[in-house]
T-cell receptor, first 113, second 116 residues
Framework: SQQGEEDPQALSIQEGENATMNCSYK?????LQWYRQNSGRGLVHLIL?????REKHSGRLRVTLDTSKKSSSLLITASRAADTASYFCATVSNSGGYQKVTFGTGTKLQVIP | NAGVTQTPKFQVLKTGQSMTLQCAQDMNHEYMSWYRQDPGMGLRLIHY???????DQGEVPNGYNVSRSTTEDFPLRLLSAAPSQTSVYFC???????????????FGSGTRLTVV
């Protein structure tokens, strides 16, 4: 089963609005990452938040992590049409002495100009 | 700096055929992984490797083999293709994640495989 589950599955907003997407996971993690995927392309790493961090910023991106609730959120402020893409969370956790990276099902964001 | 290179970009196979999807990275990354992406399923981990000579299974390993003889290459072999293996396959690589990590996976551009 998927380690991360994103919510909502799809989101449509007007340009300039903020977009918030959430990720829930099941087991303890070392860090959590967010990726963007444009249609037909590979995933691109956006931001990483460590398990001992609660909030992190990068440009128009704000990520929060609540390890007690096993959840994270990604906020994109002042959205642009170019932000239209699918967004995935990924968790890094220990597995048999190794670190395994597993991805969620993604949120498809549409930003309407 | 090419990053992660996957070949081929597109492939059509007949049921029962075998083939190898190639993945190469030039960043000296220890970690390499193969994922398949299906509509509504997100990315599912097939196999991963934490270094040359070390591989392990992910969520959906059945029907696939991997090996890691060098740091650079991590090929994925389909033993006997089935229509259920129709998917987009992504290879990704990274340095080892530790407490100071601030980077993620670098992904290839994908291989779109159709099994008929």
């Amino acid at each position: 089963s998927q380690q991360g589950e994103e919510d909502p599955q799809a989101l449509s907003i007007q340009e300039g609005e903020n977009a918030t997407m959430n990720c829930s996971y099941k087991t303890s993690i070392n860090n959590l990452q967010w990726y963007r995927q444009n249609s037909g392309r590979g995933l691109v790493h956006l931001i990483l938040i460590r398990s001992n961090e609660r909030e992190k910023h990068s440009g128009r991106l704000r990520v929060t992590l609540d390890t007690s609730k096993k959840s994270s959120s990604l906020l994109i402020t002042a959205s642009r049409a170019a932000d239209t893409a699918s967004y995935f969370c990924a968790t890094v956790s220990n597995s048999g002495g190794y670190q395994k990276v597993t991805f969620g099902t993604g949120t498809k964001l549409q930003v309407i100009p | 700096n090419a990053g992660v290179t996957q070949t081929p970009k597109f492939q059509v196979l007949k049921t029962g055929q075998s083939m190898t999807l190639q993945c190469a990275q030039d960043m000296n990354h220890e970690y390499m992984s193969w994922y398949r992406q299906d509509p509504g399923m997100g990315l599912r981990l097939i196999h991963y490797s934490v270094g040359a000579g070390i591989t392990d299974q992910g969520e959906v390993p059945n029907g696939y083999n991997v090996s890691r003889s060098t740091t650079e290459d991590f090929p994925l072999r389909l033993l006997s293709a089935a229509p259920s293996q129709t998917s987009v396959y992504f290879c990704a690589s990274s340095r080892h994640f530790d407490r100071t990590s601030n980077y993620g996976y670098t992904f290839g551009s994908g291989t779109r495989l159709t099994v008929v």
